[in-house]
């Protein structure tokens, strides 16, 4: 019985529509945060990435996806602000800094009350300053190519797949020229 009125103070009875996944919304934004970083776990493991969670949280990114042996650094942001239709979502860190594109990839912002993830590279992304606006509803907004874009990060894989590649042919004809 304890357990169950501690745990009310964490969530409230607001559920999505029924055509979207039931779930909660989460009253406390660090646990918010780091409800929709398992969220983001689950469903990137789910499209055959493995997971890697930087030990304390002094990283300037949340997860590391890899797949074949190239790693991609991942911020997880989640927002349930809504505004003009849409959903804000804030790009700064719990410490009011910006993230530049050398310490993250990638952004995954999960959208929690439409139950929609966009997959936003970071170049896109670092060059925002503050908040930006998410429209999952809105036909040609913006960001609605990164809307369930997963499959940018297989992408990314496999670029830095490519330049590991390129770089070794490079460290090879350099080796040979020495010789």
């Known amino acids: ?11 409230t009875n607001k559920t999505l529509p029924p055509h979207r996944r039931r779930c909660i919304i989460i009253k406390d934004a660090k ?3 780091e409800w929709a970083e ?16 930087p030990w304390g949280d002094s990283s300037r990114y949340d997860i590391a996806v890899e797949r074949h042996g190239h790693f ?20 700064k860190s719990s410490r009011c800094q910006y993230y530049t594109r050398h310490q993250v990839d990638f ?4 959208v929690i009350p439409e139950d929609v993830w966009y997959i936003l590279p970071a170049t896109i992304i670092t060059i925002l300053r503050g908040h930006f606006l998410l429209n999952p509803r809105r036909q040609g907004q913006k960001y609605e190519p990164y809307k369930e874009a997963w499959h940018l990060l297989k992408t990314g894989c496999d670029a830095q797949s490519r330049r590991a590649d390129r770089q070794a042919a490079k460290r090879r004809k350099i080796a040979l020229r020495q010789l």
């Open 31 to 33: 646990h918010r945060g």
């Open 72 to 91: 991609l650094r991942v911020q997880v942001k989640s927002t349930i602000a809504h505004f003009c239709g849409g959903y804000v979502c804030a790009i």
């Open 1 to 11: 019985m304890g357990s169950k009125h501690s745990a009310s103070k964490f969530v």
């Open 38 to 53: 398992l969220n983001f776990m689950s469903r990137v493991t789910e499209r055959g990435f493995n997971v890697s969670k």
């Open 107 to 110: 952004f995954a912002v999960y």
